[in-house]
């Protein structure tokens, strides 16, 4: 085959089909006329696919070391991004807050009440960090619990005050048949176990009991469940996350968790902090309340405890497992605390950072799932190519998922040459199919910044998607041997 004029076809027939691979088969010493002919083949490639499935697809790829668009596919034209928007909202968050930002939440006592205040942190309680860190869940909870016994000896006398004055945990875009799902989880100052009650069964004499995490003397579980043939249930829980019932039938014992949102996060947190309190040996018979901050005077308050954790730590989580709640907590940290404020000032930070033309994206929230996002191939590439040159880029690449190794590419390219060659975003609603990220050169340094987003995309996990973006990222590692 002729390096500098390939002529092929493309049938996407399966996942498991490896489709239209051209630059694999180029002789060995046609390196440079495959980097001449990467527009060619990617545009077969994303024409193939546009017109077996009436799909659409924008794709852009920047030489990082030279600084030239190789490949331009209708890369001008705004498209929904799905979790690509983590993309931008953690280049703002870098911009905007700094590298070495942390997440506080801080522990007091005031007077009889003891109060916590916090800015975001999406990681108290996370199940992932934990068991990555060999600890439990309850970990700061439980130093923040030895600091309140310290200070107040067996008892504490007043209540446990949250603070939160968010009107609404959710974004209005988001569809509210789907408010329970892990990936629609609410959001606030005060979070704790990716707000999130995780469900698993045992069997204990001879019946099916669900276990539920995180546990709490102040949350009262009412299990309705019942034997049956079909695994079919569900969980539903007061506004104050007080009580949680479920109902519905069991078949089987089960290991990994089922996690259901909760409603109201910070109070979550604090159900789970009053009973790591008494677990420690303090008696509480107080209430535990959601306040306004305007109505707690912490400026005469004592400080018994403070969690700081790193914006690399927060970005890590967000975008290995694509966990939306992360990045919304993210985004509106580095915005004004509500959506439209937030969107506003990660826009212009943007603008104004990264030189991204207005016009050429919209952003609606921080982690992808409204469909009020839009933005370019282009703009994601030249967002990437910024990243890359600042001096903290460390951060935003170490958190990206790899190719073949970890997070949601951990299945993905997976094989050589190709693994760990690609640093990629992924992204999935439905009909909408992305993957953005960097192609590394043979010595692990960024060569390209790539983007391809796929829109009206058919049913099922988007592997025709797929398949067209994970070829285009072979061209890319071919082109680099």
């Not at 629609?184 to 707000?195: I, Q, S, W």
């Not at 707690?296 to 790193?310: E, G, H, M, R, S």
């Not at 730590?313 to 990045?327: C, D, E, F, H, P």
């Not at 797929?466 to 071919?478: G, H, P, S």
């Amino acid at each position: 085959m002729n390096a500098k004029k390939v002529s092929c076809s493309f049938l996407f027939l399966a996942p498991s089909v490896v489709l239209g691979l051209c630059a694999s088969v180029n002789p060995a010493g046609a390196q440079e006329a495959v980097k001449v002919d990467l527009q060619k083949q990617a545009s077969d490639l994303v024409g193939a696919f546009e017109k077996a499935y009436k799909a659409v697809a924008g794709a852009s790829v920047v030489d990082l070391r030279s600084g030239g668009t190789v490949v331009s596919i209708r890369d001008g034209e705004q498209m929904t991004p799905a979790s690509n928007q983590k993309l931008l909202t953690g280049a703002a968050a870098i911009a905007k807050l700094g590298g070495d930002f942390k997440f506080t939440t801080t522990v007091y006592l005031g007077g009889k009440d003891l109060a916590v205040a916090g800015e975001g942190d999406p990681t108290l309680g996370d199940p992932l960090l934990a068991q990555e860190a060999g600890k439990s869940i309850y970990e700061e909870l439980d130093k923040w619990a030895a600091a309140v016994k310290a200070k107040v000896g067996t008892k504490l006398e007043g209540d446990i005050l949250l603070n939160s004055d968010r009107e609404t945990f959710r974004h209005a875009d988001w569809p509210k048949a789907q408010h329970d799902r892990w990936y629609a989880a609410p959001v606030a100052e005060l979070n704790f176990n990716n707000n999130c009650f995780d469900v698993t069964f045992r069997t204990r004499d001879g019946a099916l009991v669900p276990v539920v995490l995180p546990e709490s003397r102040f949350i009262q579980v009412v299990n309705r469940i019942q034997k049956g043939a079909k695994h079919l249930w569900s969980l539903r829980a007061s506004a104050d996350e007080s009580v949680i019932t479920l109902t519905g039938t069991a078949s089987q014992s089960t290991r990994d968790p089922l996690s259901v949102a909760v409603n109201d996060p910070p109070m979550l947190l604090g159900r789970v902090l009053a009973d790591r309190i008494v677990r420690a040996g303090v008696e509480f018979s107080g209430r535990v309340r959601r306040v306004k901050p305007s109505t707690v005077d912490l400026a005469k308050a004592q400080v018994l405890c403070q969690t700081a954790t790193p914006l690399a730590t927060v970005l890590k989580r967000a975008n290995k497992r694509s966990l939306n709640m992360v990045a919304e907590c993210v985004f509106l940290r580095t915005g004004d605390g509500t959506w439209p404020g937030s969107a506003k000032i990660v826009t212009e930070t943007l603008v104004k950072t990264y030189e991204l033309k207005a016009d050429s994206f919209s952003i609606s929230d921080g982690g992808g799932l409204s469909r009020g996002n839009a933005v370019s191939a282009a703009a994601i590439t030249k967002l990437l190519a910024g990243v890359a040159k600042r001096k903290d880029a460390s951060i935003f690449l170490d958190s990206l998922p790899i190719s073949g190794v970890d997070g949601t590419m951990e299945r993905r390219l997976d094989q050589e040459p190709y693994r760990k060659r690609v640093l990629g975003k992924t992204g999935y609603i439905a009909g909408v199919s992305t993957l953005s990220g960097y192609v590394l050169d043979a010595a692990g340094k960024p060569a390209f910044a790539f983007s391809i987003l796929c829109n009206n995309v058919p049913g099922g996990d988007g592997w025709q998607a797929k398949a067209l973006q994970e070829n285009i990222c072979k061209l890319l590692v071919d082109s680099l041997k």
